[in-house]
């Protein structure tokens, strides 16, 4: 740590867990921070750049996704009114077929 702080620290801070840990041992070995500080500062900037990447393309596709269920919503709805039309017709006609032609029973 006392040779390399700011490689290790730069490393560190592009990975999920070990950002603490690197900055706990750069402290007990007493690294200055003129030393490591840019080097942390770069790795943060494209950390935080990367997660804003991609949180805006990833809500984009979201988007994307957003308008093909409206559509599929709106297919659905449309052969369901249908089916409902079909289906209502056919109640219909049967109903008005026993009020023609009544079944006489003995």
């Not at 730069?10 to 840990?21: D, G």
């Not at 596709?61 to 957003?66: F, G, H, Q, T, Y």
């Not at 209502?88 to 026993?98: F, M, P």
Request: proline share 4%; no cysteine.
């Amino acid at each position: 740590m006392r040779s390399h702080a700011a490689r290790i620290l730069f490393v560190a801070k592009l990975t999920l867990s070990m950002m603490i840990p690197a900055l706990i041992a750069a402290g007990l070995v007493k690294a200055p921070w003129r030393r490591w500080f840019p080097a942390n500062f770069t790795g943060e900037m494209l950390w935080t750049g990367s997660l804003v990447l991609i949180g805006f393309y990833t809500t984009e596709a979201i988007k994307r996704v957003e308008k093909g269920v409206e559509y599929a919503a709106l297919g659905g709805t449309v052969v369901f009114v249908m089916f409902l039309i079909l289906v209502g017709r056919r109640v219909i006609k049967q109903r008005y077929q026993r009020e023609i032609n009544p079944v006489e029973k003995d």
